[in-house]
């Protein structure tokens, strides 16, 4: 059953009330491209905003590869596929709306609640299959096509992110270097060595995707991505698994050689032949009603300023926001919510004014003596400065022994620089024993679930800081406060970037910086694929 708390999340500080005259009812996610928002059309068609991040937006490669691709997915009208309504590549954000799909992903299906029947891949594989025959006749190749692509409505299958995704990914993979595109798990092999792209190449990740459905798993199985991928260029996959009905199909569609691989057309003929009498008398809607769970009540349109939270001066979140639901309340209680919401957006704004300003005062108070002080955290780029005070014989990151603070005047900065954080294991900021360790029994865990990925804390508290670099000793004090609420212990790191800084203070009084160094969390929903680097500054209680 769909949760509407789980699939609608109330808009938070650091989302914008309105973009490109859309004006935002909830957050529906976050993904490699961006963050991800329900609106209405002005007629009240609900539809799905997705708002490029700002890395990518920086990027003038970006942009024109983004806007390249947006008039190719305006081409593509189809029955089973998300339709592109809208865009704007050289907005400020870029960003782009499709119409709303009620229902889960495939992934999150799956998730809950286990490996699909038989009848219910077949009508998935057919309904994907007409979908790419409508991308490919665009004239798109798909691409990416995996598990979280793929949107369950009550009535069929919805292809989403087609060639959209694309510009995202050659972003990132040229700044790393790499050649391949796509998600390793559902990578057709001459995706995995960077040959040449065709639809043939979608027809491969369809045939992992109905095996994934079948399975409940990865049909090459999960790891680090070189694993994976060797698997799929090296060996034939294991078919012995699937249901027999499936296997014929799903040899053809997995075949290395992308010549000899089923079409579409072909993949819609030979599932039709398989339903036989469930086609002709319509049993795929009950399927997908099984499949896909009760649809969660969609919020009504936003129609006036103060229903959304306002925007902040800065885009950095100051405070995290509790997180409620979105119910389907009875309209007597409509008026009520309403003042509610606008008290709350006015509380929320006089807050970070009022914070705000604080800071500023103290940044300024203390900017000409902060800096010749060995207390002063350095810039992000530049971690061994924020050292150049630590005590001779005071450990690094993994080393022998534990800093301690000094015997008079203020505490002294300890720098424990590229930290690495994945979901295998988790980051100490305590004194006593600081840095990384192969469990999950650390203070910082980085956490990636349905929606991305995220710092959380069982202890510590956390808080994102905004503005220019060089966040102080000062600085983290005044906004950690003395906070002891659970909301500051889950960070979301969608809108992170490089040099994006988190104060942490420990349950022992210590108090650590953050600074990202670098972030790879665009394939949140593929295991292991996941990480961050951080330069770590410890200060000592006092």
């Not at 991308?135 to 992110?161: E, F, Y």
């Amino acid at each position: 059953m769909n949760d509407a708390a789980e699939v609608f999340q109330p808009l938070q500080v650091d989302d914008p009330p309105v973009i490109a005259g859309y004006r935002l009812a909830a957050r529906l996610g976050a993904g490699g491209m961006g963050r991800v928002y329900l609106s209405h059309t002005a007629g009240g068609r609900p539809v799905a905003i997705k708002v490029v991040r700002p890395e990518l937006a920086d990027d003038p490669d970006f942009r024109r590869r983004f806007g390249r691709e947006i008039k190719a997915a305006r081409r593509v009208r189809g029955a089973y596929t998300a339709e592109l309504i809208d865009a704007d590549a050289d907005g400020t954000p870029p960003w782009l709306a499709t119409l709303y799909v009620p229902g889960p992903s495939l992934a999150e299906a799956v998730h809950r609640r286990g490996p699909l029947p038989v009848p219910a891949v077949l009508w998935l594989m057919a309904g994907v299959a007409e979908a790419l025959q409508a991308i490919h006749a665009a004239g798109i190749v798909h691409r990416d096509l995996k598990p979280s692509n793929v949107l369950l409505a009550a009535d069929g299958p919805r292809v989403i992110d087609f060639g959209i995704s694309l510009a995202a990914d050659l972003t990132a993979y040229t700044a790393t270097g790499a050649a391949a595109i796509g998600t390793p798990q559902f990578m057709a092999p001459e995706q995995a060595v960077a040959g040449e792209i065709t639809p043939a190449t979608d027809v491969f990740a369809l045939g992992q995707t109905a095996a994934f459905a079948a399975l409940g798993e990865p049909l090459y199985g999960n790891g680090p991505a070189a694993t994976v991928l060797y698997r799929i260029v090296h060996s034939a996959p294991d078919l012995s698994r699937l249901p027999e009905p499936l296997r014929p199909l799903l040899a053809r569609c997995l075949t290395t050689d992308p010549a000899q691989r089923a079409t579409p057309a072909e993949i819609v003929e030979w599932c039709r032949g398989q339903l036989g009498t469930q086609t002709d008398a319509g049993g795929g809607p009950a399927v997908w009603r099984e499949v896909a769970g009760s649809e969660a009540t969609i919020p009504e349109p936003v129609s006036a300023p103060g229903a959304a939270l306002t925007k902040p001066l800065h885009t950095q979140p100051l405070i995290a926001p509790v997180r409620t639901t979105v119910p389907a309340a009875p309209q007597q209680r409509s008026s009520r919510r309403r003042r509610i919401a606008a008290s709350t957006a006015a509380a929320v704004t006089a807050g970070v004014l009022l914070i705000t300003g604080l800071v500023w005062q103290a940044r300024q108070n203390g900017d000409d003596d902060s800096r010749d002080r060995d207390t002063t955290s350095s810039s992000s780029s530049t971690p061994d400065a924020a050292a150049s005070g630590q005590s001779k014989g005071a450990s690094s990151a993994g080393g022998a022994g534990s800093p301690s603070p000094s015997a008079s005047g203020p505490p002294r900065a300890h720098a424990y620089p590229q930290e690495r954080l994945d979901e295998d294991n988790s980051l100490y900021i305590h004194v006593a024993k600081p840095g990384t360790r192969d469990d999950r029994k650390g203070d910082i865990r980085l956490s990636c679930k349905e929606i991305g990925c995220a710092l959380v804390s069982d202890s510590s508290h956390m808080v994102q800081m905004y503005g220019d670099p060089g966040t102080t000793l000062d600085d983290c004090k005044l906004f950690l406060g003395g906070a002891k609420e659970d909301r500051f212990r889950d960070w979301p790191l969608a809108a992170a970037a490089a040099g994006t800084e988190y104060c942490v203070k420990h349950p022992s009084g210590d108090i650590a910086l953050l600074v990202i160094q670098q972030k790879s969390t665009a394939m949140w929903d593929t295991p292991g694929m996941s990480a961050v680097t951080v330069d770590m500054t410890v200060w000592a209680a006092t």
